[in-house]
């Protein structure tokens, strides 16, 4: 990988910043300053071109075509699938369904996998997911009786490793965890975990929608059996995400939706599916948005990754220093393995409160739940304030998200 051998002092920030209209915009009187990043990222010129070129010049429905545009659309289409494998260390394309995003791929092996559950089987989640993590699972407790564990979260904001292995027993039959917490930042043990689990006889699910943003992922290197993500985090279009199905997984699996596109022959009084992956995707897809995740992902693939990550890294750093000497700080998500996120609350000012002043001065930072409720039940708040980080961020951008967090304090305090 050539990432390794380049220089961190390659990295050229401005130069990046240039491929991104939007950041050149002014909000409030103020040069936007977007720290929301973990909602979603914004998108480089490659990725706007590759999409509008789809509208403009090479538009049909993929698969099955007998003309020319049908053709040269599938062949976009399918070799993002190509490059989604590769970006994941995947073997072959075919482990991997094309999906709206993360949300859809965790429902999707919740409605496939849970098939296989009975009353009394039990999954094990972490206490740090994401709502797509853990609603897809309640709909199994519902409806089929299936009892959800959950690993503990240490003060720190790492998974309780010990108590993780305390929760397997023979009627354990999946774990689903996120890889990159989208709120503390947290990297968590994914080789780990996955050999846990399958020492266990349990299969693993990773929701990666923050790690492979911000961390290289390598799912054969890992081990685990599914792993999930989104394309509008990674620099993509919305609309489509990736879910990857190790060995012969999506062979053994029920299809999740019926419709066109994955099936092979229908008759009055039977079926016949398609072959993998395409027996996972029903009715025409987000076309012009997968092939728009392409050119995401080939953009993230020509980043010189490891400066970016440094420099990511430099930005968390700062950003951490100036928030620790602010008075009355709580900062969240304090492991050293972690993702350039900063959560933070201030005493006797209200996270809303804080994010809709710093907007003011141009600063979008989020507040809330970040749709983990078991996570702030955890540690006993509402919400946080998030500020998370994308390569296209500068030093000066940090010390104006602190300078607008100072002034959004002292409104409110
Ligand atoms: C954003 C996010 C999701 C959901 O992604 P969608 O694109 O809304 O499907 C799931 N998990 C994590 C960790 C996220 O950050």
Redesign the pocket.
């Known amino acids: 990988m050539t990432a390794h051998t380049k220089t961190v002092a390659a990295f050229d920030v401005e130069a990046l910043r240039a491929q991104f209209p939007i950041l050149s915009r002014q909000v409030n009187g103020h040069p936007l300053v977007y720290l929301d990043n973990?909602?979603s990222a914004q998108k480089p010129e490659a990725v706007i071109d590759a999409v509008a070129n789809v509208w403009r010049t090479s538009y049909a429905n993929v698969h099955r075509g007998l003309h020319t545009l049908a053709n040269e659309a599938t062949e976009a289409f399918e070799a993002t699938r190509t490059k989604a494998a590769e970006f994941l260390g995947a073997a072959s394309a075919c482990t991997i369904v094309f999906t709206?995003?993360?949300?859809?791929g965790?429902n999707l092996i919740a409605s496939s996998f849970g098939q296989e559950l009975e009353a009394g089987d039990e999954i094990i989640l972490s206490q740090m997911e994401?709502h797509?993590?853990i609603v897809p699972w309640h709909f199994l407790r519902e409806r089929k009786g299936v009892v959800i564990k959950w690993i503990p979260v240490t003060e720190d904001g790492g998974l309780d490793m010990e108590a993780y292995q305390q929760l397997f027993t023979d009627r354990t039959k999946l774990v689903s965890v996120?890889h990159?917490?989208?709120v503390l930042g947290t990297a968590n043990p994914a080789q780990e975990l996955t050999r846990i689990a399958h020492e266990h006889g349990a299969a693993i699910l990773f929701?990666g929608?923050?790690a492979a943003v911000h961390m290289p992922v390598d799912v054969a290197e890992i081990g685990c059996d599914f792993y999930v993500f989104?394309g509008?985090?990674l620099y993509g279009p919305?609309g489509a995400?990736v879910l990857y199905a190790a060995g012969d997984w999506l062979d053994r699996l029920a299809p999740y939706q019926g419709g066109g596109e994955m099936i092979a022959e229908v008759s009055e009084d039977s079926v016949v599916y398609a072959d993998v992956p395409h027996k996972f995707e029903a009715g025409t897809p987000a076309i012009a948005d997968v092939i728009g995740l392409g050119a995401a992902i080939d953009w993230v693939n020509g980043l010189d990754r490891m400066a970016a990550l440094t420099h990511e890294r430099a930005l968390l750093d700062r950003a951490e220093a100036g928030l620790a000497e602010i008075e009355g700080i709580r900062l969240f998500g304090r492991t050293q393995d972690k993702g350039a996120i900063a959560s933070f609350l201030i005493d006797g000012a209200h996270p809303h409160d804080l994010a809709q002043l710093m907007d003011k001065y141009g600063v979008a930072v989020r507040a809330g739940h970040h749709?983990a409720h078991p996570l702030m039940k955890r540690y006993g708040v509402v919400g946080t304030v998030r500020a998370s980080f994308a390569p296209y961020n500068t030093i000066e951008e940090v010390d104006a998200f602190l300078a607008a967090l100072h002034k959004a304090k002292s409104f409110l305090i």
């Open positions: 973990a909602a709206k995003g993360a949300t859809e965790i994401h797509s993590n996120v990159m917490s989208n929701d929608t923050q989104t509008h985090k919305n995400g749709c």
